[in-house]
């Protein structure tokens, strides 16, 4: 559906997107992941055509985004991240509006708007002027902006930005909906949002892309060890020793000792569920167990550690010879490793 | 295009601007037109135009400062750019939209001419191809105007920007009279041309040699004509001043001849000024 080669954005000397390659299959629901400021909107901006990329292609349905602009871009539904509103409209006024402009024939925009406003829930909004609007239903004119026209490709840069918690579900519902009958590309900088709707998460961190997957595979590539919190009546000797003893356990932090109680913070083996043997090793050495917490690293931390060694390898890699893209996830999940 | 047309339109008379806008015009023109033709008995209403051609400094910066430079601010831009419609399609929505916007006070005004006749002498001919001109030439005004509020997100600065580039097309006649003297003037006056020009090529490339040798280059050819033909350059300026006279081929039409030259020069000036926006906009998705 969509194809992405070698995309690379320079603004002056910063490098925005930095060589990005890949493919987008129809019918999915991707999710464009990355901290702020990590390009995931300049690589948005240059999908939907608003901006150029410095280098690369990219194709929408076997259209260039450059050379068949127009074909191109008519395939494409884009809520940016400021919904592109004119204010001084109604919902109904600017939805006319844009369908015209996205050449929706005459006798398709009455149903094509009544159904984007029935889905954005924009029903007894049509006549009030978008500045009256709050956020949330501004957001949803955007997004019954971006459905006019039923284009293969919706486009949706930080959706669930501003909205209330009980829209954040609606939203997310109606998300889910269009992915089965369009192909979504949506961005986030939070992680949760990305897992629990795409199919298929692209990380990018520094305008790189650093991983890509299922939520799932991700997260079986990249959650590390278990780690336990345990705070034990004793001494820290004492403690320390028991927990060790225990067959499994690959390292023990002393983290405190305060009136006679320990805090240990254990790294466990992959797929390991020691609780009950620690908490019987430290009863046998007379150490009762006040707290035992599983902090098992979620896709969060491993987002946050990825997107940070990219930061820290970029330097190294400008000694080093220029690394193939597709070995790049390998790369920094090796790194990750030798820092375990 | 049409649907672009048609929302600038709506959205400039939904609003107070527009028929503050048209009330205004509408009530220079009156004014004009009174003393001019109704008093003063001249029979020809292209010279009540004339007299308010000051007016349009003012009324077009303001027409026109929206154009772009409201959309980019508020970032409605992306709408329209990531549309299935051509950058030109999107110009030309645009300007059409304030061409018809000048064209309705014009449209009343054409009126005037035929109450004059219904009191008495009216040289309708003469009155309506002044009129045709005052058209073109508000045109052209315009396209320089919507190209301004292209290179800026800040309506205050478009308007600003657009009345001072206007004002100066306005005044360079009485300018130019003062510069016939010498040549020195004229050395003095492309040096200075010179500078902004090496400047701006600096600010752009970043290239402090770049700039520094275009200026001493360009220094050093001016001299040499100095020196040697110094009749050229009064000439070149005299030139140069009159194509950015914007308002000064009216005066054809303000002495009664339906001048083909003038029209050409304004369309050339829109057509230029319409491409120019057409880059600006182009241009600001690759950096």
């Not at chain 1, 892309?209 to 009546?233: C, F, H, K, N, Y």
């Not at chain 2, 061409?99 to 009155?127: C, E, N, Q």
């Not at chain 2, 200075?192 to 701006?200: E, P, T």
């Amino acid at each position: 559906m969509i194809q992405v080669e070698h995309l690379t954005k320079r603004y002056g000397g910063h490098l925005a997107v930095d060589d990005i390659s890949f493919t987008v299959e129809e019918g999915t629901i991707y999710g464009l992941l990355g901290p702020n400021g990590a390009g995931k909107s300049t690589t948005m901006n240059i999908l939907t055509g608003y901006i150029s990329a410095s280098d690369g292609k990219v194709t929408i349905d076997g259209h260039d985004v450059l050379e068949e602009a127009s074909a191109a871009k008519a395939c494409v539904g884009y809520l940016p991240e400021q919904p592109p509103l004119y204010v001084d409209m109604t919902p109904l006024e600017y939805l006319n509006f844009v369908a015209e402009l996205k050449k929706v024939k005459r006798a398709d925009r009455k149903p094509q708007i009544d159904y984007a406003m029935q889905r954005t829930g924009l029903a007894g909004m049509e006549n009030r002027l978008i500045k009256n609007l709050s956020k949330g239903y501004r957001q949803r004119v955007g997004f019954a902006a971006a459905l006019l026209g039923n284009p293969k490709v919706i486009i949706l840069d930080e959706p669930i930005v501003g909205l209330d918690p009980a829209q954040v579900i609606e939203i997310r519902n109606l998300i889910k909906e269009l992915g089965q009958q369009h192909t979504v590309i949506l961005s986030s900088h939070i992680l949760s949002e990305v897992s629990a709707l795409c199919d298929k998460v692209l990380i990018i961190a520094n305008g790189k892309l650093v991983a890509q997957g299922t939520p799932e595979e991700l997260s079986e590539q990249l959650t590390g060890d278990v780690t336990l919190q345990i705070t034990a009546l004793g001494e820290a000797q004492k403690v320390v020793a028991a927990v060790n003893s225990v067959q499994g356990v690959k390292q023990t932090v002393l983290e405190q000792e305060q009136n006679g109680e320990t805090s240990v913070s254990v790294t466990v083996e992959q797929g390991k569920d020691l609780r009950a043997a620690i908490s019987a090793a430290l009863a046998m050495a007379e150490c009762p167990v006040l707290a035992l917490n599983t902090v098992s690293m979620t896709l969060e931390d491993v987002f946050l550690q990825i997107t940070s060694q990219t930061e820290e390898s970029d330097a190294e890699e400008e000694l080093q010879e220029p690394v193939d893209e597709q070995q790049e996830p390998a790369d920094t999940q090796a790194h990750e490793e030798a820092q375990e | 295009m049409i649907a672009i047309l048609k929302r600038e339109l709506k959205s400039y008379y939904s609003g107070m601007m527009g028929w503050l806008l048209t009330g205004a015009m509408l009530l220079f023109g009156g004014l004009y037109f009174t003393a001019a033709n109704l008093q003063g008995g001249y029979t020809n209403f292209t010279i009540a135009l004339y007299s308010f051609v000051i007016v349009l400094l003012i009324f077009i910066p303001l027409l026109c400062m929206r154009s772009f430079a409201e959309e980019k601010r508020s970032k409605t831009d992306q709408l329209l750019l990531t549309s299935p419609v051509s950058i030109t399609e999107i110009v030309l929505g645009k300007y059409l939209a304030l061409l018809s916007m000048f064209a309705v006070p014009l449209a009343v005004m054409a009126l005037y001419p035929l109450i004059m006749k219904f009191l008495g002498g009216a040289d309708l001919l003469a009155s309506y191809s002044g009129i045709v001109g005052y058209f073109f030439m508000g045109a052209a005004a315009i396209a320089v105007c919507m190209y301004i509020s292209a290179l800026t997100e800040n309506q205050i600065i478009a308007a600003l920007a657009g009345f001072g580039v206007l004002l100066i097309a306005y005044l360079l006649p009485s300018i130019q009279t003062l510069f016939t003297a010498g040549s020195a003037l004229a050395l003095g006056v492309f040096l200075v041309i010179l500078l902004i020009a090496a400047v701006i090529v600096g600010l752009r490339s970043r290239s402090v040699t770049l700039a520094a040798g275009i200026f001493v280059v360009g220094f050093v050819l001016l001299s040499i004509l100095f020196g040697t033909k110094s009749g050229w350059l009064t000439t070149a300026f005299t030139n140069i001043m009159g194509a950015l006279s914007l308002f000064e081929p009216f005066l054809e039409f303000v002495n009664g001849l339906f001048s083909i030259n003038a029209l050409v020069y304004y369309a050339s000036v829109a057509g230029l000024f319409l491409f120019l926006t057409g880059q600006t906009l182009e241009k600001r998705r690759w950096n």
